[in-house]
């Protein structure tokens, strides 16, 4: 046996390494990384040897090796893993030169390998540090261009090992001080961050040896000079990057130079550093430190006084202090983090200062606050704000001062001044800072700016230095935090706080921090000691404290905004609560109960929102909350002092604001409340006096305001208003001149004119209803309404419309109480409103039209209120009402919340003016069917919402009009209350109550039921769901109404009544599904919704409905278009034997009317539907008839290939031939027109030939209809023409597939046309025989050249024909098997791509299956070899029922096609046995399993990527079959094949992969070794990762030495072999695994055999490889080999000419 060592020896791995490292200049990064990290792994084993490789390719340069960087990395890895007795020092001192001359041959600085050189010298270094310093210092004195670099390296060492770095400081700086003087400035920041790594080296050793000082005399000379040479050139050198970087130097050596020498250099060092905080923030935080560094080491050295007194300090710190102001709250920029720490960095400093000089430093920072100016300001407060927790104890005695000088900066404008200041309150509160007034002027101090807005942001930015980012929203947000801090945490400051805050809720400037000072009064009241009177004590005992009236007034109208911020309004209520001690005693219960419900109420701001009226809602809850207050509160002169509250409080508020409107209310309804009249007459004159009506809202609220006054004091109210019309009223004159002036007066003559409209209108609304009548009698006619029609603004048209309105409130109420009295000159109002809701083209005013909108939506609603007051309407003015409004439906949709109320309001007017009109029943029935008829238009429109609004009018227009016709009275007799209920209500009817019913209501005729249901039905299958809905309710409706009206005379309905009324409560049951289900089929409550209108229609209705349906049918909406034609076939379906012959021919000609005129195929194809139905159940002959006279009348006049959407008569004849009733009665009919002309096709030779044709002319047009319609008849696959072609099925079929390839063989050769014809046969005769899937696999590819295509088509089809008519099946096998013995190969293609597939469903015919079984046989060796290899698959596809029989024979056809030498035939061969595989029994397999073996074998290392997969897998198959005697030799086969398959399960390709992974699982059993097993269902044999591969293999090689030792042989050779596979994956596949086998196996007869030659192999591939996998894998291979125990000995190896050199060095050292 060979020993490791001499293994070792044997192999070259001084030139593997050498290989390695050339490597490492590889174009590929792939190859570069792997060598890299074998080198990596074995540079720790012989480390000398790679030192040796890498300093051999070194000797160049970076000019001949493309990778220095790459080779001085490793280098280093190598010196840093060498041990103490392999240090060379020659040898060092030889890669050191290596390293160094290559640095000194480039000027370039801080390149790739100028670093990794570095770093191999910091390695050397950590060895002998003498040695690499040595070196550097012999270059020190060279050439200025190495200096640089040999610097840098010193401080890389330093900073890499300071312990071996500070005791040789001397012999560096003795060395480099000679040198400094003469450094170039471009050069100059790199000696200074030398320095600065020297320091920071001398630093650490203090910290690691406390009591060993390096710094000796010599060391602090050096360092005082360089210390001067920089502070006095450097620091002062024009260059910004010398300058930082001698500062950032100058602060590390600050500690380490003399004090005497710190205190000379103080006065040249302070200046340089201070100059550099005028650059970026960068710097800035360099500066900081190097000052912080110097006020460290001037300050608190603990060898003598400070050497800076607090004077020479102020220039230091009135320096610092704007730093603070533009390095705080950076959070706008990238620098954040560099900002912050230069803002701690500068506090640091301050605490420094302040903690030698704490009162001198406190002065100095109150001075700064007193100059105010700004960033010193703001700086000064920020380093309070930070000192004083930390300077307590130093600064308590002045704390006076400190608060004079906050009190000082109260009123400055700058945001980040506030924000400082704010901050600092909080912290001096804190600390106890906040006694007496000066607390309650800080207080508020946050209030104030707890109140901010972010429109006080440009006020409060203007100026001119900017601080931060802050906002008002975040000042805001910060005072508020501050203020609920000092409330809930400092229990020291509720003396302060109470009663103080309650004076913060009343100023107009505070009105924002109003929930925030709520809250924090809470929190007091909530958390204070003691709950008894004392607190509210302190309330009285103050004379600035507001008193209680005014805090009621306050609040109240503050609660206006339930969505203010911060819960404004749950915060007001909450602190009422807490707050009623103040109040009198009786309302403390009161709110108890009601301020809960009001708080649940505003609970949920999401929830409020989506209620469009919550602000009108939550205003209401206020005035009904202050009104029952007053009542439980019942004390008058309390009320009078609130009065005179609110009154004062009208100064808080500005005109514009919502408050004001709400103001104007509360005060209202506490005079609603007072006797005194004359103390209302003043306070309305001061409401009135203080209301700007020119503005909307406030207008609105001073007329809701006198409504509410004037239902005490209706007098004193019409008095004030009357005095305001004079006035204006004088002005007329005034006005008309305005047309011809400006504009402005008369704007404002029309907020006049608005104001008292409304006032007029809620006065009336408010007012007593006993008291009113004569009023508005007094104001209508009189005319003085007229006087307010001229206005021109929108808001005043709206604001008259609504006064007009509220009188027509008030009329009606009043009758609803008892006082009912006619409107004089209503028709003239009613005019009044129709012209202001116009738009008036000779106004100035340009109404936007969202403004004319809400005009209009109030004029509607002042309509529908005019039309409901007595006198009843004329037919004039119904008229001109009905012209001005109804186009309304048709508004866009958008904006909702304008235009949904619109329409609910002229649906509210059409159902005001159907009641309100009509003398009897079928006057209104008239009036009823006028109004749905000018709404038609709507309801069919093609817009959603115009539908939707249409249905919904008519709907809400027939519960009306069913409201006046139905009572109690049942048609069917019964007594008491019943669902029959159908009586008439006399007291509508007063007049006629002694004349019959008929008198009184409509008859059904006046209803036109037929008209109207076809109309409302299609609407039923609407695509709306609500205008589904509503439809179905409107038929409910409108039979409901007819069958409550009167029987016709004459007639007995005792039998079919009961029916309607069935029907009728069906309808209802689909309309209550639908109003609880939404989810519901529309087209199962459309088919009820049709039978039950089936079964409630008279005779003569449903004719109407069937004459009427063309529009219908013809609908814009597709389904509503549908669900009509489904309504006519149900009509004539259920009823159609009640029509006449007449009939009939009138629907006839409407359907095939609407038929022509549908566009759309299929909607057409359902109206010929119904015209089938029609024929079915009526007369066919008529509907026949009319069909061909229809198609006869086009044929002459049109050219019907031209139609749009194709000709309707066609379609007409293709629905009667798919008709199961009427396809033979129409062929029929055909043939009976067509009979002659067959006669002549039959015998087109005969005399009478000429005879027949002249005949046929005669009959010219219903001749070519019937032509046509027997054309159409065969195509669209009638019954008839589908009975003819099935007696011949088998034989048309096959002509047609055997012809199919006959006609690709045309097409191969350029002739196209045949197959496009064949093509259009084939897909006649499918449509004609129903089959559909055989159309579309024709479809899909049929006109596809390609061989494989077309024969997989002929296949899709003999699957289909075998599922759909497996009886055809038989016959078309036998037709087929003859075919393969025709001359012509496409069709002998053709006919066994058929029986390929035929033979899978031929299970249930054995005698043909054997027939075809041997024709198949027979033809595997056909000359074409796509008919062998369908013949093949068409073996494999027997039935599985059969297969054992037949198994024998196909697998002998397969093992002999496998030798074909066709390669298609072979993969054919393969994929086919791996089917035949999993059904064949042992019997037939065993026998030739080694043959099958061999031949797949072979084809695994096919160029073929699909017969490598599956020449594998089916191998994989064949294990199922190696057990019993066949064992062994199968299990031969396996380790024959083993190397193979664990090369390619890393293939390029997937489904190689996959098949190789699947086959070995199946392998691992019949090995019967446990570890193989888990290891082939592991993760790392599934995962297509390269190294997850390489992580298996090692795996398996493991196994593979540890339990195949024997196998391992033939393993290697295998794997050898494969070195030279033609794929270069499988070949780096191979290097891995055979490297993986040689370093884990320790059998020395495969490591003597195959070591050495894989070794050398790899030397080659990594030398001559073009594949950068290869390469790649031959590096990761050398680390296997190399790392592995079986090669000790080459880590002692190295190159001859290092061994020769190092020898050289050994004895030159010897004789030293």
Wanted: aromatic fraction near 6%.
């Amino acid at each position: 046996m060979a020993s490791s060592s001499s293994l070792g020896s044997s192999i070259p791995a001084p030139e593997a390494v050498q290989v390695l490292v050339s490597s490492l200049a590889d174009e590929s990064p792939m190859v570069k990384e792997a060598s890299m990290a074998s080198l990596k792994d074995i540079s720790p084993l012989n480390p000398l040897l790679v030192l040796d490789c890498c300093s051999a390719v070194s000797r160049g340069g970076r000019r001949r090796f493309g990778n220095m960087a790459g080779v001085f990395q490793v280098m280093a890895i190598g010196v840093r893993a060498l041990d103490k007795k392999d240090i060379d020092a020659s040898y060092m001192g030889k890669l050191a030169k290596i390293a160094t001359t290559e640095i000194i041959s480039s000027k370039e600085l801080n390149s790739d390998w100028q670093r990794a050189a570095a770093s191999l010298l910091v390695s050397i270094g950590s060895h002998l540090p003498d040695l690499m310093m040595e070196e550097i210092f012999l270059h020190l004195s060279g050439p200025s261009s190495a200096l640089p670099a040999m610097v840098q390296i010193l401080a890389d060492f330093a900073s890499a090992d300071a312990l071996q770095f500070t005791p040789r400081l001397k012999g560096v700086l003795s060395r480099i001080l000679p040198i400094l003087g003469n450094v170039r400035d471009a050069h100059r920041p790199i000696f200074a961050n030398a320095f600065k790594c020297w320091c920071q080296a001398v630093w650490q050793y203090h910290i690691d040896f406390p009591s060993d000082s390096p710094i000796d005399g010599d060391v602090m000379s050096f360092l005082n000079s360089a210390f001067e040479l920089l502070l006095r050139v450097w620091a002062a050198s024009r260059d910004l990057k010398v300058r930082i970087s001698s500062v950032e130097a100058l602060g590390q050596m600050v500690g380490l130079i003399a004090r005497t020498q710190l205190k000379a250099a103080l006065s040249r060092l302070v200046p340089t550093i201070l100059e550099l905080y005028k650059k970026d923030q960068d710097i800035a935080l360099i500066a900081t430190y190097s000052l912080h560094n110097l006020l460290n080491a001037s300050l608190l050295s603990e060898t003598g006084p400070p050497l800076l007194d607090f004077e020479e300090l102020t220039v230091i710190l009135s320096t610092l202090l704007p730093v603070i102001c533009t390095n705080n709250d950076s959070k706008g920029h990238s620098g954040f983090s560099v900002g912050l720490k230069t803002y701690n960095e500068v506090q640091r400093c301050f605490l420094t200062v302040g903690s030698v000089y704490p009162e001198d430093l406190f002065s100095f920072l109150l001075h700064k606050c007193r100059l105010k100016e700004e960033p010193l300001t703001f700086g000064a407060l920020c380093v309070l704000k930070h000192l004083l927790p930390r300077s307590s104890e130093a600064w308590h005695n002045k704390r006076p001062l400190l608060v004079d000088t906050v009190k000082s900066l109260l009123d400055e404008d700058n945001l980040g001044i506030r924000k400082a200041l704010s901050e600092l309150i909080v912290v001096m509160a804190s600390h106890c800072y906040l006694v007496g007034p000066s607390a309650e002027l800080f207080i508020e101090y946050l209030v104030r700016h707890c109140a901010l807005s972010e429109h006080d942001k440009i006020v409060l930015e203007s100026s001119q230095v900017k601080i931060g980012s802050i906002s008002p929203t975040e000042l805001r947000a910060i005072c508020e935090k501050g203020l609920l801090l000092l409330t809930i945490t400092i229990p020291e400051m509720e003396h302060i706080l109470w009663p103080f805050l309650l004076k913060m809720i009343i100023p107009r400037d505070y009105t924002g921090a109003v929930a925030t000072v709520c809250r924090c009064i809470a929190e007091l009241c909530r958390h204070r000691s003691s709950y008894n009177n004392n607190m509210f004590e302190d309330c009285k005992a103050r004379g600035d404290i507001p008193n209680p009236e005014e805090l009621f007034a306050r609040l109240v109208v503050l609660l206006h905004n339930p969505l203010a911020r911060e819960q404004l309004a749950t915060q007001i209520l909450t602190v009422l609560c807490y707050l009623a001690p103040l109040f009198p005693r009786n309302i403390n219960l009161f709110w108890q109960d009601e301020i809960p419900k009001m708080k649940a109420y505003i609970s949920d701001p999401e929830d409020l929102k989506l209620d469009p009226s919550y602000q009108e809602t939550w205003d209401d809850m206020i005035i009904n909350f202050l009104a029952e207050s007053l009542d439980v509160i019942q004390d008058t002169d309390w009320m009078i002092s609130l009065g005179n509250a609110f009154t004062k409080q009208y100064a808080l508020y500005t005109p514009d604001d919502e408050h004001s409107a709400l103001l104007h209310r509360c005060l209202g309804m506490l005079l609603q409340k007072v006797n005194d009249r004359g103390y209302v007459r003043g306070k309305i004159d001061w409401m009135y006096k203080q209301a700007n009506i020119a503005i909307p809202t406030n207008r609105l609220g001073l007329a809701k305001a006198m409504g509410l006054v004037a239902a005490s004091h209706l007098d004193t109210v019409l008095d004030k208003l009357k005095d305001i019309l004079d006035n204006v009223g004088q002005s007329i004159f005034q006005r008309f001149l305005a047309f011809f002036s400006n504009s402005c007066r008369t704007e404002e003559s029309d907020d006049v004119h608005a104001a008292l409209a409304l006032m007029y209108g809620y006065a009336a609304r408010y007012a007593p209803s006993m008291v009113i009548e004569a009023r508005i009698d007094a104001l209508v006619g009189t005319n003085m309404l007229s006087r307010l029609l001229h206005v021109r603004h929108p808001t005043a048209k709206q604001a008259v419309i609504t006064a007009i309105d509220l009188l027509g409130r008030a009329v009606i109420n009043a009758a609803e109480n008892g006082a009912p009295f006619p409107l004089k000159r209503r028709d003239q109002l009613l005019d009044y409103i129709l012209t202001l809701m116009g738009r008036d083209e000779t106004d100035d005013f340009a109404d936007s039209n969202l403004e004319l909108l809400r005009t209009q939506a109030l004029a509607l609603t002042a309509c529908t209120t005019l039309v409901s007051v007595e006198p009843k309407l004329t037919i004039e003015t119904r008229n001109h009402v009905m012209k001005a409004t109804l186009g309304f439906f048709a508004l866009p949709n958008d904006p909702t919340d304008v235009i949904n109320p619109l329409i609910d309001n002229l649906i509210a007017l059409l159902c005001a003016i159907l009641l309100t009109s009509g003398e009897d029943g079928r006057s209104r029935a008239e009036q009823l069917l006028h109004i749905l008829r000018q709404i038609d238009q709507y309801v069919s429109s093609s817009v959603d919402f115009q539908r939707r609004r249409g249905c919904l009018a008519v709907y809400e227009m027939l519960v009306k009009f069913r409201m006046l016709c139905v009572s109690g009275y049942c048609a069917l007799g019964c007594r008491g209350s019943c669902t029959h209920s159908k009586q008439i209500d006399r007291t509508l009817h007063g007049k006629f109550s002694n004349l019959p019913s008929a008198f009184v209501l409509p008859s059904r005729e006046a209803l036109s039921l037929g008209d109207r249901v076809i109309m409302y039905l299609p609407r039923c299958s609407d695509t709306d769901s609500e205008v589904r809905k509503i439809s179905a309710q409107i038929l409910d409706q409108l039979f409901s109404i007819s069958l409550s009206l009167p029987k016709p005379l004459g007639s007995s309905f005792d039998g079919d009544i009961e029916l309607c009324y069935g029907a009728l409560s069906s309808l209802e049951d689909v309309i209550a599904i639908l109003k609880s289900d939404a989810s519901i089929d529309p087209s199962e409550v459309f088919n009820r919704i049709v039978a039950s209108v089936c079964v409630l229609l008279t005779k003569d209705e449903l004719v109407g409905t069937l004459h009427g349906c063309m529009p219908a049918i013809c609908d814009r909406i597709k389904q509503s278009a549908e669900g009509a034609i489904l309504a006519v076939i149900e009509f004539v379906t259920k009823r159609g034997s009640e029509l006449s012959e007449t009939d009939v021919s009138r629907t006839a000609q409407s359907l095939l009317s609407a038929a022509g005129h549908v566009a759309e195929k299929q909607l057409r194809l359902e109206v010929l539907g119904a015209i089938s139905s029609l024929a079915e159940n009526t007369n066919a002959k008529f509907v026949f008839n009319e069909v061909l006279a229809a198609a006869g009348r086009d044929i002459v006049t049109k050219d019907i290939s031209r139609l749009r959407g194709g000709w309707p008569m066609q379609d007409a004849f293709h629905a009667f031939s798919q008709h199961i009733v009427l396809s033979v009665s129409f062929l029929e009919h055909l043939i009976s027109v067509l009979d002659q002309t067959c006669v002549a096709k039959n015998d087109p030779g005969k005399g009478e030939n000429f005879s027949l044709l002249s005949e046929i002319q005669l009959e010219d047009e219903i001749l070519h209809a019937a032509i046509f319609a027997l054309t159409a008849f065969f195509r669209g696959g009638g019954k008839v023409g589908k009975r003819a072609v099935e007696q011949s099925y088998s034989s048309v079929l096959a002509a047609l597939i055997l012809q199919f390839g006959s006609c690709h063989g045309l097409a191969s050769s350029g002739q196209h046309e045949p197959l496009r014809a064949l093509l259009t046969a084939f897909q006649a005769f499918c449509e004609c025989v129903g089959d559909l899937e055989m159309g579309k696999i024709l479809a899909r590819d049929s006109e596809q050249n390609e061989k494989e295509k077309w024969i997989n088509l002929i296949g899709d089809l003999a699957g289909c024909i075998s599922i759909k008519r497996p009886k055809e099946v038989q016959n078309i096998c036998k037709i087929f098997t003859k075919s393969l013995n025709r001359q012509e190969n496409f069709q002998r293609e053709a006919a066994a791509a058929a029986l390929s597939e035929f033979v899978h469903y031929s299970s249930g015919f054995s005698s043909l299956l054997e027939e075809m079984v041997e024709v198949l046989c027979r033809h595997v060796s056909d000359e074409s070899p796509t008919v062998r290899c369908l013949c093949l698959r068409g073996l494999v596809k027997i039935p599985s029922v059969h297969i054992y029989q037949y198994t024998n024979q196909v697998l002998g056809v397969i093992l002999a096609l496998l030798d074909d030498l066709d390669e298609s035939v072979q993969l054919t061969a393969v994929s086919c046995l791996l089917m035949i595989l999993e059904s064949s029994p042992n019997d037939a397999v065993e026998p030739i399993l080694l043959k099958f073996s061999v031949r797949l074998r072979n084809l695994q290392m096919s160029l073929n990527v699909k017969m490598r997969a599956d020449a594998f897998a089916a191998f994989g198959a064949l294990s199922n079959y190696g057990v019993g005697a066949h064992k062994d030799a199968f299990l031969e086969q396996i380790h024959a094949t083993l190397p193979r398959l664990i090369l390619h399960i890393h293939d390029d390709d997937l489904g190689v992969r996959h098949a190789c992974r699947n086959t070995l699982k199946r392998f691992a059993p019949l090995m019967e070794i446990a570890g193989l097993l888990a290891l082939f269902n592991s993760h790392s044999i599934n995962s297509d990762h390269r190294s997850d591969y390489e992580d298996f293999v090692r795996d398996f090689t493991r196994q593979l030495v540890q339990h195949l030792y024997s196998r391992v042989d033939t393993f290697m050779v295998s794997t050898i072999q494969a070195f030279d596979a033609p794929w270069p994956i499988i070949q780096a596949n191979a290097i891995y695994v055979s490297s993986s086998i040689l370093s884990v196996s320790d059998d020395q007869n495969i490591l003597a055999l195959y070591y050495s030659q894989v070794f050398g192999i790899l030397v080659g591939k990594m030398s001559r490889s073009t594949d950068a996998i290869v390469r790649a894998t031959s590096s990761s291979a050398f680390g296997l080999l190399l790392k592995s125990t079986n090669s000790i000995s080459w880590r002692a190896a190295r190159l001859e000419r290092a061994d020769s050199s190092r020898k050289g060095h050994e004895s030159e050292s010897a004789k030293k």
